[in-house]
């Protein structure tokens, strides 16, 4: 089945500087790719998704790349805020019938003052 | 808020016990996804409902089941429960089972077995 890993699994940025979580996935037949931030106490929440027919996709400071070639997608966030600051999972979804998502394993983002 | 409801938020019992779990989806969708979020073994797709229907299935237990009935909420049932299963419980939700539907998840229920 499909395996999805992501990198790192901690992240320390400050506030007002960019940071980056890469994922990579293993089953080339996934083609939907979404992103998940998950607060202290909360249940998941989508901030951001591409499929597989587009290479980038930006939504004000969040912003995900695609590549289909090399299995691995990215998110960028920009102008961290201490709000940003929670759990990120990416996920991959092969699609089809039925659509559930494989996960990675989360980074822990730490934005501080 | 995704608009998925889950009850109760907290459960507490014994081990041997069986749970359920309660989860409304958003209004109008169709599909209803449970997932398990443990310490050592992250977020994991348990099964999938569509329509009342079974429509996939992950890494459940025999022990473990789920329902979706007519006005679409879905029931997962937890039975012999074990030390291992506590855990976070998620219901997720979308409108269709289509190939890159977007699933919105519940807040959760936290089960914990002594």
Known sequence: ?113 | DSGVTQTPKHLITATGQRVTLRCSPRSGDLSVYWYQQSLDQGLQFLIQYYNGEERAKGNILERFSAQQFPDLHSELNLSSLELGDSALYFCASSVLAGDTDTQYFGPGTRLTVL
Do not use: M
Not at chain 1, 12 to 40: H, R
């Open chain 1, 1 to 113: 089945g499909e395996n999805v890993e992501q990198h790192p699994s901690t992240l320390s940025v400050q506030e007002g500087d960019s940071a980056v979580i890469k994922c990579t996935y293993s089953d080339s037949a996934s083609n939907y790719f979404p992103w998940y931030k998950q607060e202290l106490g909360k249940g998941p929440q989508l901030i951001i998704d591409i499929r597989s027919n587009v290479g980038e996709k930006k939504d004000q400071r969040i912003a995900v790349t695609l590549n289909k070639t090399a299995k691995h997608f990215s998110l960028h966030i920009t102008e961290t805020q201490p709000e940003d600051s929670a759990v990120y999972f990416c996920a991959a979804s092969i699609g089809g019938t039925a659509s559930k998502l494989t996960f990675g394993t989360g980074t822990r983002l730490q934005v501080t003052l």
